[in-house]
Every structure is written in structure tokens, then in C-alpha cells.
């Protein structure tokens, strides 16, 4: 990732935070969970995992700093990396794992995540109204969101010569672009162009619909400079790539290093993608962990996550408070929540996720 604005969030929302746990104090959980309402969180220890450079530099200081909770962030690398992590151990040592939304969904199923305490977490009163209505989670009852988008091409206008506006120009593209091009490897990404470009869904498990996306996507290959879920910004910036396949908020990195560069969602469609907080069944710092997620969605943290990140959050009070000239320099910042679930959460399906696996197995062993 490019270098982030590392400006500290101070005591961003220490105030509001703190009345929040006044209010909460007394009884407990009153869903048969052992939450104990009342506990001294001060004498709790947090471990976090969260993906590098997705958060505040001073994050767990601030945290500690309003709620007398030591706190440790650890870094992971994927969602693959950290669920691995949570299901190899009966006690991996983390309380709150940031996890995308299907990957959330999964470890609900497998029982492995602690029910949210709402009244340890009145900061969701912040959130969109949608952002409880999401696919993987109704009502988030395991998870709350952290920041959500969207995918698409990411590409410069003055290296492809036109505006793309399909999958199409991506999957079959002109011959001069041939060699200039990247696609996401991550399980789900690899195969969503090739899915809605024949108008199936990204969540489908109908054999023949993957057979497809698979056929077309061993005819991409040969054209692609490469596969890339890191980097592919810093390809568009320097050249060597004039067209990617690019989360919005990864396309913002590019844009801040060449405001030329632009994002656009393919006429057929996208996901909607969320990355989310979650408290670990096995943790014995359960309050802690509600008042961790609480924190974050304070919109002065959120804010915060907004500018420096540069993705969108769940966060009403956040988003409506951005700098519109911020949106001006980063569009895809301004993506409403309505263009957003016109797009298709992408799901947990259980053991048919493994089809996805296989199918990108195969698409990228092959030569």
C-alpha cells in the first residue's frame, strides 16, 4: 500500500465512548451469553487482528488510553491467513478479528463467534440502515461492518485510448491492451468478471455457469500482464499496466499518485463487499472486545478510516461529514449507499465454496 496520511485520531470519540459505557453499566447479557455488563474492562487485555495499514498507526494507545484496556494489534495478511489461524486452535489468542462479511458467515456457522452485546455497542446506531440488512449477517448479530465498496476496472484513460464499461473489456480486451492488463487472484474476485459478464450471479453454484466463467477465463489469461492483488495500482501508475481489475478504495491509491487514473463499475454489474468486526467466541475479554468495535464506530474514528484509508464506511455520521473536496479527488468516495446495493453481497455458500477454490486452483496452474 502507498503511504497513508498518519495523522493520530487522538481521543476521537473518548467522550462519547465513555458515556456509552455509563449507560450500559448494569445486568447481563440477557441472551443466556456469559457478557457480564457490568465488568471492569480496565482489568481485561485485548489482542486484535486486522490487515496492515487498514487502521490508525495509534490505535490500540488511543484505545487504551479511554478505556484503560492493553491492547495488542496483530497483522494479517488475508482472510485465508487469519480464519486459518481461528479454526486450527481452540484458543488462538485474538478477541476481535476483522474479517470480510462471507468469512464472518463461515465462522458464525462453525460456531466460533461470540453474539454482539447491542447495548455494549450503541455506536450502531451510526451506521447506514442498510448496513443491517446485509446478506452475510441480518442484523449483525455476529459482526459489525468497518468499510464496505465495491469492485470494477480501474484503468488510464490516456493508455486505452476509451472509457471501458464492460467486463468485456477486461476478459476480451483490444488487441494493443494485450499484455497491459491485470485481474484479482483472491477466491471470488478471480471469477466474478467471467460471472457477470454472462449475467450469472457471483454467488452462484450451478456447474455449468462455473464452467463457463472457467472456460472464458483460460482464454483471458494468455492476454493478462499479470495476476495481482497488491500491486496492480502501482502498475497503472507507472505504465506498465493501462487496465485493472481493482477494488474501489485500492484504485483510490492509484488516483492519489495520478489523478488521471479512473474507476468505473462495469454495466453488468458488481459486488458489494464488506470487511467487518468480530468477537471470538473463545475470548475471555468478551466486553472488551464489544467496547473495541463500539470504538471504531465512533464517527470520529470512522472519519478517520474515511480519509486516510480512503474507502467508504458503513457510517452515516461519518461519511456525511467528509470534506466534499475530498470526494471531488477521490470519486469513488462518493458512491451512494443506493449504487452500492445495487450491487450483489457476495455470500458464504458452505461446502460449494470449495468449487470456487478448485476452479481458481485450476485457472491459475494453468500454463
Not at 465513555?18 to 481485561?44: F, K, N, P
Request: proline share 5%; with cysteine.
Amino acid at each position: 500500500m502507498p503511504t497513508m496520511r498518519r495523522i493520530s485520531i487522538a481521543a476521537a470519540g473518548t467522550a462519547a465512548f465513555a458515556l456509552a459505557l455509563t449507560s450500559c453499566a448494569g445486568g447481563d447479557g440477557g441472551d443466556g451469553s456469559d457478557i457480564d455488563r457490568t465488568a471492569d474492562i480496565s482489568e481485561q487485555t485485548l489482542t486484535v487482528s486486522i490487515w496492515a495499514d487498514y487502521y490508525p498507526e495509534d490505535l490500540a494507545e488511543q484505545f487504551e488510553a479511554a478505556t484503560g484496556v492493553k491492547t495488542t494489534i496483530v497483522n494479517h495478511t488475508t482472510n485465508e491467513d487469519v480464519v486459518a489461524k481461528l479454526t486450527a486452535s481452540s484458543d488462538p489468542g485474538i478477541d476481535v478479528a476483522f474479517v470480510s462479511g462471507q468469512y464472518a458467515q463461515a465462522l458464525a456457522e462453525q460456531g466460533l463467534l461470540q453474539e454482539l452485546d447491542k447495548e455494549l455497542v450503541p455506536n450502531e446506531s451510526n451506521l447506514y440502515p442498510e448496513a443491517l440488512e446485509l446478506d452475510y449477517d441480518p442484523g449483525n448479530v455476529y459482526s459489525e461492518p468497518y468499510a464496505w465498496g465495491t469492485t470494477g476496472l480501474c484503468y488510464r484513460p490516456d493508455l486505452t485510448g476509451y472509457d471501458p464499461t464492460s467486463w468485456n473489456d477486461l476478459l476480451n480486451p483490444k488487441p494493443e491492451l494485450e499484455g497491459k492488463t491485470t485481474m484479482l487472484s483472491t477466491d471470488r474476485w478471480l471469477s466474478m468478471p467471467a460471472l457477470k459478464a454472462e449475467g450469472h450471479s457471483l454467488n452462484t453454484t450451478d456447474d455449468a455457469e462455473l464452467d463457463e466463467a472457467k472456460a472464458q477465463l483460460l482464454e483471458t489469461k494468455p492476454t493478462l500482464l499479470a495476476y495481482d492483488d497488491t500491486t496492480f495500482y502501482s502498475k497503472l501508475v507507472s505504465g506498465e499496466a493501462a487496465l485493472v481489475e481493482a477494488w474501489d478504495g485500492w484504485c483510490n491509491y492509484g488516483i492519489a499518485e495520478n489523478p488521471d487514473i479512473t474507476f468505473v463499475v462495469p454495466e453488468e454489474g458488481a459486488d458489494l463487499w464488506v470487511d467487518t468486526m468480530t468477537v471470538l467466541k473463545g475470548s475471555e475479554n468478551k466486553e472488551a472486545a464489544m467496547a473495541f468495535i463500539n470504538y471504531i464506530l465512533d464517527p470520529e474514528v470512522q472519519t478517520w478510516v474515511a480519509e486516510n484509508i480512503l474507502y467508504k464506511v458503513p457510517n452515516q455520521v461519518a461519511m456525511e461529514a467528509l470534506d466534499p473536496s475530498l470526494i471531488e479527488a477521490y470519486p469513488t468516495l462518493g458512491i451512494t449507499v443506493d449504487e452500492l446495493f445495487e450491487q450483489e453481497v457476495i455470500v458464504d455458500l458452505g461446502e460449494d465454496s470449495l468449487k470456487y477454490v478448485d476452479l481458481n486452483a485450476e485457472v491459475l496452474a494453468t500454463n
